[in-house]
């Protein structure tokens, strides 16, 4: 893994969350990108070489839909760089992690993702990130 890619924040109001996190980091978003295959809007913030992502949810039984019901409002996932998505599915499994979805996705921002079970990464939402050439 290079690099913390992004944390992922689960918001009920993208647009009050866009301009709460402007604020907070003193710049605008610089993407805004829905993913309708997730059921999920997204804004993304640069801060560094990482990235803040609020997700909101775009369906009633989305994934983030389901995590606001459940949980309210905060950090829903961590997200890791990676060179190689199908090689660390494959190092992660050996390891004994519990792969979501071992066949990579496009995910947002020009990505595919592969999300790893909450329960075998002590209850973190883990979600490994490769550019799309």
Excluded: W
Excluded at 55 to 61: C, F, G, H, I, V
Excluded at 75 to 104: C, M, Q, W, Y
């Amino acid at each position: 893994m290079r690099k913390i890619e992004h944390l992922g924040i689960a918001v009920k109001d993208l647009e009050k969350s866009k301009l709460l996190f402007a604020k907070l980091l003193g710049h605008d978003s610089y993407k805004t990108e829905e993913v309708e295959s997730e059921g999920v809007k997204t804004e993304f913030f640069m801060i560094g070489e990482s990235k803040i992502e609020l997700l909101e949810a775009t369906k009633e039984n989305s994934a983030i839909a389901k995590y606001l019901e459940k949980k309210s409002e905060g950090i829903h996932h961590i997200a890791f760089a990676v060179d190689n998505i199908e090689e660390e599915v494959e190092r992660l499994k050996s390891e004994g992690f519990e792969i979501l979805n071992e066949t990579p996705k496009k995910g947002a921002d020009n990505k595919l993702v592969v999300f790893l079970h909450p329960k075998s990464t002590n209850g973190v939402l883990v979600e490994l990130c490769q550019d799309i050439s």
